[in-house]
């Protein structure tokens, strides 16, 4: 009989430097202990579930920007998209890139937290991080995989072009990269092979290029300008006159349009 304490689950943050640690505070190899501890608010749900939930999604979005869970289901389910992949998407770079270690974040096998509709927590499986491997094809498949299904569950409950929430994810793995820098003397192809013309397959890369600097008309704007590819659709729901500081949007803008906004204060 083995009377050895049962292995409590790590985070993903104890496997990080600790300038990359905080983004991975709430990401999960197994279940943690007090898992089903948690508030009356939060529910842990199967990831590939995802599209169950779509109410308490909306519900939570129309509560935070305003605007009418149905009318504005699209641009409310982009904006939570926004918080999803700040979750998940820190787990898949800092895995693959710093780690150099395929991350399984498989949708089948994720399980995610919703507290009041927003996405709390991920638990990914024990057994989730992979040996170290050099290919960036094999180190970020899960994270690629990953997106692809959620993706395509948030897609599928408005009517809204998948090519934005890509967008969305896109915009963020740039930063990401920027902020995570390789180990030293390692090769940093990574911006390359992730916002290539083509994915692993020989497909259209859906991340092709999310971002481009490009000199702005106006003088208001910085110069160059980081324009994401797609804008977010932020805009349609009412009440919400304020651009994000890479909306392509922004570039279309007369100067009296671009002096209401805060980006250029």
């Not at 927003?118 to 050099?134: G, I, N, S, T």
């Not at 030293?184 to 290539?196: E, H, K, Q, S, T």
């Not at 160059?224 to 659709?233: E, G, I």
Request: aromatic residues 6%.
């Amino acid at each position: 009989m083995n009377d050895a304490p049962a292995r409590a689950a790590p985070r993903l943050a104890d496997f990080a430097p600790a300038a990359i640690a905080p983004y991975l505070e709430h990401v999960w190899l197994g279940v943690p202990d007090d898992a089903d501890k948690a508030a009356d608010d939060a529910v842990r749900i199967p990831l590939s579930s995802l599209g169950d939930h779509r109410d308490a999604l909306l519900a939570a979005m129309a509560g935070h920007f305003g605007g009418d869970a149905e009318l504005h289901a699209r641009a409310l389910l982009s904006q939570w998209s926004k918080y999803y992949f700040g979750l998940a998407a820190p787990a898949g770079v800092v895995a693959a890139r710093l780690l150099r270690r395929p991350l399984d974040m498989s949708p089948e096998r994720a399980q995610l937290v919703l507290r009041a509709g927003m996405p709390a927590a991920l638990h990914f499986p024990a057994d989730a991080l992979k040996d170290p491997v050099d290919d960036p094809a094999l180190r970020y498949a899960g994270l690629i995989a990953h997106l692809h299904g959620v993706i395509g569950m948030l897609a599928g409950m408005t009517k809204i072009a998948p090519r934005v929430l890509w967008s969305n994810v896109g915009n963020l793995l740039d930063y990401l990269l920027g902020q995570c820098p390789p180990p030293p003397g390692v090769r940093d192809d990574d911006a390359a092979w992730l916002f290539g013309p083509v994915d692993a397959a020989g497909e259209p890369n859906p991340l092709r290029m999310p971002v481009r600097e490009t000199t702005p008309r106006s003088a208001l704007l910085p110069n160059p300008f980081r324009a994401r590819r797609v804008c977010c659709v932020r805009y349609e729901i009412p009440g919400e006159t304020q651009l994000c500081a890479s909306c392509p949007l922004l570039l279309t803008m007369r100067d009296d349009e671009l002096a209401l906004q805060d980006v250029i204060r």
